[in-house]
């Protein structure tokens, strides 16, 4: 096409420039569209800016600019967001018309017909990255639109630019004196309904937590396939950035277990996407949760740090903590902490924490106070320096009010105030008085001005040490009283001193005592027997066992020598001990329902005299049947010393016949038995029972 010449119809040339962030070069992406009556085409996608010559006169205009969002798709969800910009166009007042005087059109009509206006329309914008230039090329008729009036419009389409960048347009035409229009608009961001399903960087993927009895289960839904993006578990501090924490990277959904002593209020998941300005998907599940905030204060940790002038602290915790450090005063280990007033400041981050002007004393503690609970406590004296017992704590409210003394939680006027918890109320308020004047007390706290609170450490032992004074001499007095009573009354003091001696410095406790043991012929009976036996001697005591007598049965018989056994006990008020195994209680039994009978015993229904009648005449294996023959009657008259003992692993119950002799369970109250042996207490027996209840259990297998 040939250039026109001078008197040909003016050439106007608009310029539009956007700045986009992936910047550069244009693409044959660009759309161009023109309104019906208007022709229009795109002749550089890049062009520089600003070099472009002015034209002839006035022809064009530009009535206004706007830009709308929109999105550059190569795909179903592979788009970019973009603006498209839309201009108004009208012919400026002067421009030629159909009919007019125009000078030598011959080089004129060889460019664009008569009735049309051309011009050469150029678009110009940037922004903080790049910039780009368009150049569009616009014709438009003349014959029946007056000066001033809209021609048309034009639509380019489009500018890229980052999700939620600003982008900076301005349109101007190249005619002389020509209209600027500038517009200014931000891309919308993932927030727009249209990028979210359309825009890969607005493709979250998605996350589910699952708490279990040990671990908690994070369950990641990719949200775009072909995509890898990285999770991200780190402690979120209000005080800086995220704290440390652990990445995994994935290529598709997966499950990541978490150990539930690492799940903390503060810990926070983030996922996105391996590509270019990706948007981030934060949750914080834990920040509510009532066991995550309890495993926070089992690993925190409280430290106090002695500065040499003032009290300071340190918080050691993995999350910030919502609580306050609250100094308090503690007399002594285990005692309840007097918190100081107005002293309290909120735990700000990990660093130490000082309260100024607030002076060292050794009873002097740290509380760390949230949600009304005591959390932490830490006190000087827990870092090997002895606390001041006696030490008093004092307070002067502002406004020269007098003095009063913490205690339990209160206040109490030294007027109505005792140093012990009793005596005359007020009897120490004028050397206190006097003690803080004169600069005996240690000031630990100096308000900043006269209406606030200060605080003294004053030393209470001098006025402690007069009571004791008094204490100790009453004491003493006492005991002479005591000393001087045990001397009128000699004999009776050698006498006590002679029992005593006997009751705990004897070794043998059961000495001079002997038992007549009576026990089936069985494996469990005879272990039991001997094992008691064996336990019994040492202690002083002379046990016979029947059966097995030695040489005495062998000469006498088995009754005879049983029935001259069972007599001398009688009769020397020994004790006879009745062994409870599985064939005893038959025996036992059998008398019951028997009524007595057996083989050699008297007949049934008679009931035979333990002192007169004749031993009976049984076989040696009925010994035990004939042992009861003697000891049955004896116990239902009241007479002799019985005791039963049963092998409570194979003897439920005693015997209905053998209930009125006091009975025990062995093993399990071999104790009780011994005592009931040495018939009164002594503090000697513990040991011995102990280890009579071992050699049982040991002889039955137990």
Not at 689 to 698: D, I, M, P, S, T
Request: glycine share 10%; net charge neutral; charged share 15%.
């Amino acid at each position: 096409m040939e250039r026109p010449g001078p008197a040909t119809h003016t050439l106007g040339l608009l310029l539009v420039v956007a700045v986009v962030a992936v910047g550069g070069h244009g693409t044959p992406r660009d759309t161009l569209a023109c309104s019906q009556g208007l022709a229009c085409r795109l002749l550089d996608a890049d062009v520089l800016c600003g070099t472009e010559p002015a034209g002839p006169g006035p022809r064009l205009a530009l009535v206004w600019l706007r830009l709308e969002p929109a999105l550059r798709c190569a795909g179903p969800a592979a788009c970019s967001p973009c603006l498209q910009a839309r201009l108004r166009l009208a012919v400026e007042p002067g421009a030629p018309r159909d009919g007019d005087n125009i000078g030598d059109m011959s080089l004129s009509t060889t460019a664009s017909p008569p009735h049309n206006v051309s011009g050469l329309l150029l678009l110009s914008g940037h922004t903080y990255a790049s910039s780009r230039c368009v150049a569009v090329e616009v014709w438009a008729p003349l014959t029946s639109v007056p000066p001033g009036r809209h021609l048309g419009s034009v639509r380019f389409r489009c500018f890229e630019a980052p999700l939620g960048s600003e982008l900076h347009v301005t349109a101007y035409t190249n005619a002389r004196g020509r209209r600027w229009l500038s517009q200014k608009q931000r891309v919308p961001d993932c927030s727009w309904p249209d990028a979210q399903a359309a825009v890969p960087q607005c493709q979250v993927p998605r996350l589910q937590v699952s708490l279990g009895p040990k671990a908690v289960l994070v369950e990641v839904q990719a949200a775009a396939v072909g995509l890898n993006y990285t999770l991200r578990l780190y402690h979120n501090h209000s005080h800086g950035a995220g704290g440390s924490g652990s990445t995994v990277m994935a290529s598709g959904p997966m499950n990541y277990s978490l150990p539930l002593e690492e799940v903390l209020p503060c810990l926070c998941l983030q996922v996105w996407l391996e590509i270019q300005d990706p948007l981030r998907a934060t949750l914080c599940p834990f920040s509510h949760d009532a066991a995550a905030w309890e495993r926070l204060w089992v690993q925190t940790r409280l430290v106090l740090h002695d500065t040499g002038q003032a009290l300071a602290c340190s918080i050691s915790a993995p999350c910030d903590l919502p609580a306050e450090l609250v100094p308090c005063w503690s007399p002594a280990p285990g005692a309840p902490c007097q918190a100081l007033p107005d002293l309290q400041q909120p735990v700000t981050g990990q660093g130490p924490q000082e309260f100024q002007a607030l002076q060292l004393h050794p009873n002097l503690c740290v509380q760390v106070r949230s949600g009304g609970q005591v959390r932490l406590m830490q006190c000087l004296q827990d870092r090997a320096l002895p606390g001041h017992v006696d030490d008093l704590l004092l307070m002067e409210p502002g406004g020269n009010a007098s003095l009063c003394a913490l205690e339990r939680g209160g206040c109490t006027p030294l007027a109505s105030f005792t140093a012990t918890g009793s005596g005359h109320p007020g009897l120490l308020e004028q050397q206190l008085q006097e003690d803080v004047a004169s600069g005996q007390c240690v000031q630990l706290w100096r308000p900043d001005n006269s209406s606030g609170v200060a605080l003294w450490a004053c030393p209470m032992h001098k006025y402690l040490r007069t009571r004791w004074a008094l204490a100790w001499m009453g004491l003493l007095l006492c005991a002479a009283c005591i000393l001087l009573l045990l001397l009128l009354k000699k004999e009776d003091l050698k006498g006590w001193l002679k029992s005593l001696r006997a009751s705990y410095g004897n070794e043998a406790p059961l000495r001079g005592r002997r038992m007549l043991l009576l026990h089936a012929a069985e494996p469990a009976a005879e272990r039991a027997a001997c094992a008691l036996a064996a336990a019994l001697r040492p202690l002083g005591m002379a046990v016979v066992a029947a059966p097995g007598g030695g040489g005495g049965a062998a000469a006498w018989g088995t009754l005879p020598w049983l029935h001259a056994q069972h007599q001398r006990a009688l009769r020397a008020g020994d004790t006879i001990l009745i062994l409870l195994s599985p064939a005893a209680e038959a025996a036992a039994r059998r008398w019951d329902t028997a009524d007595g009978a057996v083989p050699g015993s008297p007949g049934a229904g008679s009931t035979p005299d333990p002192w007169h009648d004749p031993v009976p005449a049984a076989s040696p294996c009925d010994a035990f049947a004939a042992a009861l023959s003697c000891a049955v009657p004896a116990l239902a008259a009241g007479a002799g010393r019985y005791v039963v003992a049963r092998l409570e692993a194979t003897v439920a119950a005693v015997p209905p016949v053998l209930r009125a002799a006091p009975a025990f369970a062995l093993p399990s109250q071999a104790g009780r038995l011994l005592r009931a042996l040495a018939g009164r207490r002594s503090p000697g027996l513990r040991p011995l029972e102990a280890a009579l209840h071992r050699r049982l259990r040991g002889a039955l297998g137990e």
